[in-house]
C-alpha cells in the first residue's frame, strides 16, 4: 500500500481497547493513523507537531478534556467525534458501528479506493499472455453453453489490489465454465467504464457493464454499478433497484450478497478477493444459511488482505488461495457437481 495516497487520521481515545479496534479499523481500511493516544497524556504541543488531516476523538471515560478543548478552538483543524464503544469485531453490531465510522470519514477526508482506479491504467499496458487451465471434457459436455442464463453465479468482491487479483483468476479460467459472475469493485464512478477492458483483456470471459431485464449468463462477468444497487427479479433477471448502495461503500459488497443469496441460495457463491476493510463480513452468514460458499484470496497474495482476513476470522471462508488456486478450486468444484472425482487439471498455454 506504499503507492497510496490515504488520509492521515491522529485519533485521540481514552481506553486501550477502543484505541486498538479504532487503530485496526483505520488501517484496515486504508487510512494512515499518525497517533493514537489518550489525551490525558498529550501535551498542547503535540498538536502542533502532529500532522493530520482529521482528529478522531473518542472518549469513553473522560467527559471534560483541556486537550480536546485546545483541538476544538483550532480554526483549521478538521475533528470528527466517533462513535462511542466499539463492538467486538465480529459482532454482529461491528458493521454498523463501521459503516457509520466511515461514512463519515469519506465525507470529510474521502475514500482511499480512490487509489484502485489508476491501477487499471498499468493492467491495460499489461501484455503478459495467460497461462490458462484447460477445461475439463465433463464441462466441456456440459448442456449450458456460454450465453445461456448461468443456473449458478458467483460473486467476485474486492477492494484495493482487486483488479490485478481478479484479472489473475479470470485470465487463468477456461471458457465453457457452466458459471456466470457478478464482479463487486470498489471504485470511483469515473473509472467504472475502464474496469471492464482491465480486467477483461486476455480472458476468455466477456465482461461488461449490467443491461437491467436480462440474466447473467454463462461465459459473463457482469460488472456491479456504482451508482445504483443491483437486484434480481423472481426469474432471474437483474433489474436495477432504483436506490444508492447503503453507505458508505459502492457497490455495497453485502447488499450485493444478501440480494444474491436471497435470489439463487445454493447455487450461488462468494471470493472475496483483496481488499481494505470489512465489507461483506455482514452478509456472510446469510451467505451460508442460505447454502452457498465464501471463499477467500490468501493474505500472502493480497495487496491488502483485510477484506478477506475479516471473513476467515468470522470463520465464514471455506476455502483460501491465491487467484491462479481460486481458479482451479472452482473448476474442481463445478466438475464434482457433475458426479467427477476431483483431479489436477493439465495446464494449457493456448
Not at 471515560?61 to 485546545?70: I, K, R
Not at 478552538?73 to 457509520?100: C, I, K, M, N, Q
Not at 468482491?157 to 469493485?185: C, H, M, N, R, W
Not at 460458499?293 to 471473513?311: E, G, I
Request: charged letters at 20%; one cysteine or more.
Amino acid at each position: 500500500m506504499s503507492d497510496v495516497l490515504c488520509a492521515r487520521i491522529a485519533v485521540l481515545a481514552d481506553t486501550s481497547l477502543q484505541r486498538h479496534v479504532l487503530q485496526q479499523a483505520l488501517t484496515g481500511s486504508g487510512y494512515q493513523v499518525v497517533l493514537n493516544n489518550d489525551p490525558a497524556r498529550l501535551e498542547p504541543a503535540d498538536l502542533d507537531s502532529t500532522e493530520a488531516d482529521l482528529w478522531l476523538v473518542d472518549l469513553a471515560q473522560t467527559e471534560d478534556s483541556p486537550l480536546v478543548d485546545a483541538l476544538l478552538e483550532r480554526d483549521t483543524t478538521r475533528v470528527l467525534f466517533g462513535e462511542g464503544h466499539a463492538p467486538e469485531r465480529h459482532s454482529e453490531f461491528y458493521p454498523r458501528w463501521e459503516r457509520s465510522l466511515f461514512s463519515k470519514l469519506k465525507r470529510l477526508v474521502g475514500d482511499p479506493s480512490r487509489a484502485v482506479g489508476p491501477r487499471l491504467d498499468v493492467l491495460q499496458g499489461e501484455g503478459q499472455r495467460p497461462e490458462r487451465l484447460t477445461l475439463p471434457p465433463l464441462l466441456a459436455d456440459s448442456t449450458l453453453r456460454a450465453g445461456e442464463p448461468a443456473s449458478q453465479i458467483w460473486l467476485l468482491a474486492a477492494s484495493l489490489g482487486g483488479p490485478e487479483a481478479v484479472k489473475t483468476f479470470l485470465d487463468a479460467l477456461p471458457g465453457g465454465l457452466p458459471v456466470g459472475f457478478i464482479y463487486a469493485q470498489h471504485i470511483e464512478a469515473s473509472f467504472e467504464s475502464a474496469l471492464s477492458q482491465a480486467v477483461g483483456r486476455h480472458s476468455q470471459w466477456q465482461v461488461r457493464q449490467v443491461q437491467p431485464g436480462e440474466p447473467v449468463r454463462c461465459g459473463e462477468v457482469i460488472i456491479a454499478p456504482i451508482a445504483e444497487e443491483l437486484g434480481f427479479e423472481t426469474d432471474g433477471s437483474t433489474r436495477m433497484n432504483g436506490r444508492c448502495w447503503p453507505e458508505p461503500y459502492s457497490p455495497s459488497i453485502d447488499q450485493m450478497m444478501l440480494n444474491l443469496a436471497q435470489q439463487f441460495g445454493e447455487r450461488c457463491g462468494v471470493i472475496a478477493f483483496s481488499g481494505m476493510g470489512s465489507d461483506g463480513s455482514a452478509a456472510a452468514a446469510y451467505v451460508l444459511r442460505q447454502g452457498g460458499k465464501v471463499w477467500t484470496q490468501r493474505a500472502d497474495s493480497c495487496a491488502c488482505s483485510s477484506m478477506p482476513d475479516n471473513l476467515r476470522e468470522g470463520g465464514y471462508s471455506s476455502y483460501s488461495g491465491d487467484p491462479r488456486e481460486l481458479a482451479q478450486a472452482l473448476v474442481n468444484h463445478l466438475v464434482n457437481q457433475v458426479g467427477m472425482p476431483t483431479t489436477s487439471f493439465q495446464r494449457n498455454n493456448s
